[in-house]
């Protein structure tokens, strides 16, 4: 059984770990336990906590599971509101529970105000993951001003840990950093409303974890708009992270009889290192995604045309697609309105008649008998100023209404809390997809909000109006595929991965950077979902030229694009091109379901190398993009192979034999040489 309760303690069970905690004698629903399994309830203890001085009082000693703002609370407090009368400090009484199956719900009470607040813990035992979320219900006569709301705390009872997280801006998605923590506070956040490249909505934190051993605690919020996470080492000698909804410029009211549930944060314990958590949190991620289908290989022109699209070019390109073994065409940015540039045209939904004179069919019929799925770029929560949705409706932007709104990127943000707006945006991509043979769509936003127009609920509604409307969607159109892309890959979060089915990573496109931005991904997040294209060289951003093999073998550990203007690729790139596409097929399915490891680089050369397992059959990818002094190869060590199996695998047209006791144990040298080298070898 999941879930034990015994007199005041409860104690949450999944294969492998245990989570407990109980109402004490105090009142405070009081943290016991976060780790590896322990069965026996009874032997946890409940001694009663007493102040040490009066500087320490019980409240802020005590390891609670939801600590309130009010009482003796000088720590970080999981709820801070205000009451009708003013009144802002909350008082809770344990109220009870209720059990349905995996699904345990604590009730705490603050009666003088008629505040309820609801603990929520589902466990799914058998990937050692608990949800935990929070609802809290106004059961009062007076509204209730809400003022900052978390999902949870987690207690982990020690200190001095490494909080590892990722950091960075617009073409620098998903830079993994570790960071020392010590006394005092770390804050990771999100603050710009629909989506953020800066930090991601996670916490991992270890002592001395590596890939395949050490104690790792970590959780990751399912949240795609504003987000706060703080990790606190307490005076005490023990560290808490509290997750959910960011409190800056926030401001919800719940009026009498009303219920608010933050996002739910997944929270996990491995001691087994870091690899562990990934597979499981790669497995959570398959398992929310509602499209389980093999991700196709797609074609997207933007870093070719930009846009400067037309039925002719793209029909063009699809030709030399197809021939190379692309799947899905997808036509990108510039399709619509008046859209020359970044200032025009955002909002007006129709087809541009100069670059499509009779609509968009003939492409999409080009498309379909080259043998394609057909794919389309919008951004639906944007507008230009000049476009005629602003001229017709300028109170349906997010504005204080008196100043001159600001554009970024030329735009402005379409106010999603007015219904009118979200049904002009639901029925603009409804009639899209009734009207034309579309399978696939891009689902783009490229700026921040910046005027809230005096709201502060809509950092937190706006993401959710964007739910409401994919799911809407999704509901009609289920086999219909639809890509979260925030200016590359600001949108990548669990939340979003319930409505999207895939992830735009980055538009930082060069073949060696993306090495570094798909391992940082790769912590959290399902390779299914992570899309990945090979693209022209000089690089626009790195501007480095990188062989076309490596750039094709780095796109291919992700689900694989092309976004290479392939009108002028010579005879060269276009027989790599077919082998590579081919290649990519015979081991996709390894890439997007295999258990994904990343491996040890023992050599004084900077290898990077991967492994993707998947039933019996197993991947290895090896980059070389450096050759130093000495080139020195490398032994590698393979992982979590079948030790019995007798493993076959070709490496320079050599065919080796070897069983996984001996590729995990002995393991393989293998050397690469040059700059940009590299394998991906499949063992059958
Ligand atoms: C930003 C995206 O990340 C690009 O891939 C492209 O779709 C452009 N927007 C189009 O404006």
Redesign the pocket.
């Known amino acids: 059984m999941a879930i034990i309760i015994e007199e005041n303690k409860f104690l949450i069970n999944t294969e492998k770990n245990s989570y407990a905690f109980c109402v004490d004698g105090a009142g405070y629903l009081r943290n016991l336990y976060w780790g590896k399994k322990v069965n026996c309830i009874h032997e946890f203890e409940m001694e009663e906590i007493s102040e040490v001085s009066t500087n320490d009082p019980v409240a802020e000693i005590t390891n609670e599971e939801y600590p309130v703002h009010g009482s003796f609370r000088y720590k970080e407090t999981c709820l801070k509101v205000q009451f009708g009368d003013g009144t802002r400090e909350i008082r809770y009484q344990y109220a009870g529970y209720e059990m349905n199956g995996n699904h345990l719900k604590i009730s705490l009470k603050d009666e003088i105000y008629g505040l309820e607040i609801e603990l929520n813990y589902m466990v799914i035992e058998e990937l050692d993951l608990i949800e935990r979320w929070t609802v809290i219900k106004n059961r009062g006569i007076q509204p209730i001003k809400v003022d900052s709301i978390y999902s949870a705390q987690l207690h982990i009872p020690e200190n001095n840990l490494k909080f590892r997280n990722s950091f960075g801006h617009w073409g620098a998605e998903q830079q993994g950093f570790v960071q020392q923590v010590s006394h005092g506070k770390i804050y990771f956040e999100n603050r710009r409303g629909v989506s953020t490249h800066n930090h991601n909505p996670y916490f991992i934190l270890d002592k001395n974890a590596d890939e395949t051993s050490g104690e790792v605690y970590f959780g990751v919020l399912k949240q795609g708009g504003n987000f706060k996470g703080i990790v606190e080492q307490t005076q005490y000698g023990h560290t808490l992270v509290q997750m959910g909804l960011n409190d800056y410029d926030f401001q919800i009211n719940l009026n009498s009889d009303e219920e608010f549930q933050t996002p739910k944060l997944v929270i996990g314990y491995s001691e087994k290192g870091l690899g562990n958590m990934s597979h499981r949190l790669h497995i959570y991620g398959n398992e929310i995604m509602r499209n389980a289908s093999t991700r196709k290989v797609l074609y997207?022109s933007?870093e070719a045309t930009?846009f400067k699209v037309d039925v002719n070019e793209q029909l063009k390109l699809a030709e030399k697609a197809a021939e190379l073994g692309v799947e899905l065409f997808v036509v990108?940015?510039g399709w619509f309105g008046r859209r020359d540039s970044?200032n025009d045209g955002l909002g007006d939904w129709w087809v541009n008649k100069d670059k499509f004179p009779h609509g968009l069919k003939p492409l999409i019929e080009g498309v379909k008998k080259l043998g394609m799925d057909f794919g389309i770029?919008i951004?639906p929560e944007m507008v230009n100023p000049n476009a005629d949705l602003y001229k017709n409706h300028p109170d349906w932007i997010y504005s204080s209404h008196k100043r001159t709104p600001e554009t970024s990127r030329g735009q402005l943000v379409l106010n999603l809390c007015k219904p009118e707006v979200t049904e002009f945006i639901h029925d603009m991509i409804d009639n899209l997809l009734s009207e034309n043979d579309i399978d696939y769509i891009?689902w783009?936003v490229?700026r921040p909000i910046a005027e809230t127009g005096g709201d502060q609920s809509i950092w937190y509604t706006h993401i959710m109006k964007v739910y409401e409307i994919v799911n809407r969607i999704k509901e009609k159109y289920p086999a219909v595929l639809i890509e979260a892309?925030?200016?590359?890959g600001g949108r990548t979060d669990f939340q979003t991965l319930e409505y999207f089915d895939d992830f735009?990573t980055s538009?930082n496109t060069d073949a060696l950077d993306r090495l570094t931005i798909q391992k940082t991904y790769s912590y959290i997040y399902p390779i299914k979902a992570m899309r990945a294209w090979v693209t022209d060289c000089p690089n626009f951003l790195s501007k480095r030229t990188i062989p076309l093999k490596f750039r094709y073998h780095s796109a291919m550990m992700g689900t694989l694009g092309i976004g290479c203007n392939i009108l002028k690729f010579g005879e060269e790139e276009k027989t790599l091109s077919k082998e590579m596409i081919a290649q990519y097929k015979d081991i996709r399915e390894i890439v997007q379901n295999g258990e994904f490891h990343r491996l040890e680089n023992n050599s004084t050369n900077s290898y990077e190398i991967f492994q993707y397992n998947y039933r019996d059959e197993t991947l290895l990818y090896l980059f070389l993009p450096m050759t130093k002094i000495g080139h020195k190869g490398v032994k590698i060590k393979m992982r979590n192979l079948n030790p019995e199996k007798i493993y076959t695998y070709l490496i320079a047209d050599r065919e080796f034999k070897k069983s996984g006791n001996y590729l995990m144990n002995v393991g393989i040298d293998i050397k690469l040489e040059g700059d940009y080298s590299s394998i991906v070898v499949k063992f059958i």
């Open positions: 997207n933007w930009e990108d940015d970044i770029w951004e891009k783009d490229n892309c925030a200016s590359g735009w538009d």
